[in-house]
């Protein structure tokens, strides 16, 4: 069975751009959401959709967006980036309200 | 909003030694899950576990949701246990807060 997958894996990217990252969640799952990690606040939610409905919400600026299509697949977008979104970007599938499991992760380098 | 704390923030073992990891949180929880982080930044799950005793190996878990708190138990240490370990608690659909994390290094 395969796990949560998280394109890409590294991504570098100048002030001002913007950025999409992509996760697909194990196979039947259809909750998705999303977690940004960095040194100084550690592992901090972002948002999770589920069946196409974005659910919950974090404590982040509107640049961060998310969507997630009919086959559960995810995106977040993160717009008009900034040095500090510099961070590792890790997403969650889950089956229903149960045990997460988490992708690679994706590794953003703002410069 | 919720708040999770793991102790000790960092931890130092000769391999071979025994040790407990311990995650408090300030509110009712749903549930509870364990985590080792590798080197690539994967988070792996250890143990979902809302109440009880789990055990997998070496490694073992106890949460007490009463009185808001869980503990991680590594037996027998080796350098491969080494990494962030990190508690996460769920507190509404499907959202996790996590702690800082323990930092555990083994040496041989």
């Known amino acids: 069975k395969a796990g949560v997958t998280q394109t890409p894996r590294y991504l570098i990217k100048t002030r001002g751009q913007q950025v999409t990252l992509s996760c697909s969640p194990i196979?039947?799952?259809?909750?998705v959401s999303w977690y940004q990690q960095t040194p100084g606040q550690g592992l901090q939610f972002l948002f999770e959709y589920f069946s196409e409905t974005q659910r919950n919400k974090g404590n982040f600026p509107g640049r961060f967006s998310g969507r997630q299509f009919s086959n559960s697949r995810s995106e977040m977008n993160v717009s008009t980036l900034e040095l500090g979104d510099s961070a590792l970007y890790l997403c969650?599938?889950?089956?229903?309200?149960?045990?997460?499991?988490f992708g690679q992760g994706t590794r953003l380098t703002v410069v | 909003g919720i708040q999770v704390e793991q102790s000790p923030p960092d931890l130092i073992l000769q391999e071979g030694a025994n040790s407990t990891l311990r995650c408090n949180f300030s509110?009712?929880?749903?549930?509870l899950q364990w985590f080792h982080q590798n080197p690539w930044g994967q988070l792996i799950n250890l143990f979902y576990?809302?109440?009880g005793t789990k055990q997998n190996g070496r490694l073992s878990a106890t949460t007490v949701a009463t009185e808001r708190y869980s503990l991680l138990y590594i037996s027998s240490s080796q350098t491969t246990d080494s990494g962030v370990y990190f508690c996460?608690?769920?507190?509404?659909?499907?959202?996790?807060?996590f702690g800082k994390g323990n930092q555990v290094v083994v040496i041989p």
């Open positions: 196979s039947g799952h259809r909750s």
């Open positions: 996460a608690v769920y507190y509404g659909n499907n959202r996790l807060a």
């Open positions: 969650a599938s889950t089956l229903g309200d149960t045990e997460a499991f």
């Open positions: 509110d009712s929880v749903n549930n």
């Open positions: 576990i809302p109440s």
